[in-house]
């Protein structure tokens, strides 16, 4: 996509970002008339994780990706000593997350099968009851393959 972001004054709707940029924009008063001012910063983009780990073990890489997150931190953390509902699970997590956060962080950990729930079958939605397990085996594994590969 083409950048139409200026320097000088310009409309709103002519800022356009560029992939993986932020458009900032700020009102400002002078001559007589309120112009919009637009600029863009250009974002840093982290490799992807299957580049950067390319000859990693899977315990690595799947480590790697559930750590990427403060969510996903925060959702293992709180999961390692006990079982939880959703609920609990925000009550204990505190401010520091919004649920839609919390709740796609969760999906992301039983997807690469750090945390499971009690549904008997797969389920789109789950129940308000529905308790959530860290799979602790797993993570421990995944942690210990990941310090002896960071340890060379």
């Not at 559930?66 to 999961?79: G, K, N």
């Given at each position: 996509?083409?950048?139409?972001?200026?320097?000088?004054?310009?409309?709103?709707?002519?800022?356009?970002?560029?992939?993986?940029?932020?458009?900032?924009?700020?009102?400002?008063?002078?001559?007589?008339?309120?112009?919009?001012?637009?600029?863009?910063?250009?974002?840093?983009?982290?490799?992807?994780?299957?580049?950067?780990?390319?000859?990693?073990?899977?315990?690595?890489?799947?480590?790697?990706?559930?750590?990427?997150?403060?969510?996903?931190?925060?959702?293992?953390?709180?999961?390692?000593?006990?079982?939880?509902?959703?609920?609990?699970?925000?009550?204990?997590?505190?401010?520091?997350?919004?649920?839609?956060?919390?709740?796609?962080?969760?999906?992301?950990?039983?997807?690469i099968g750090y945390v499971a729930d009690d549904e008997p079958e797969p389920v789109r939605r789950k129940r308000s009851n529905t308790l959530f397990t860290a799979n602790r085996t797993l993570v421990v594994e995944d942690m210990a393959?990941?310090?002896?590969?960071?340890?060379?």
């Amino acid at each position: 996509m083409q950048v139409l972001i200026r320097e000088d004054a310009c409309l709103l709707t002519q800022c356009v970002p560029e992939e993986n940029s932020v458009v900032r924009s700020a009102l400002v008063r002078g001559h007589g008339a309120e112009q919009v001012r637009c600029w863009s910063a250009k974002m840093a983009v982290m490799p992807r994780t299957d580049r950067a780990l390319s000859g990693a073990p899977a315990a690595v890489v799947r480590f790697q990706d559930a750590m990427a997150a403060p969510s996903r931190v925060a959702v293992i953390q709180h999961l390692m000593g006990q079982q939880m509902t959703f609920n609990d699970l925000f009550a204990a997590v505190g401010d520091t997350q919004a649920r839609p956060t919390l709740y796609s962080a969760l999906n992301d950990l039983i997807k690469i099968g750090y945390v499971a729930d009690d549904e008997p079958e797969p389920v789109r939605r789950k129940r308000s009851n529905t308790l959530f397990t860290a799979n602790r085996t797993l993570v421990v594994e995944d942690m210990a393959a990941t310090f002896v590969y960071l340890a060379g």
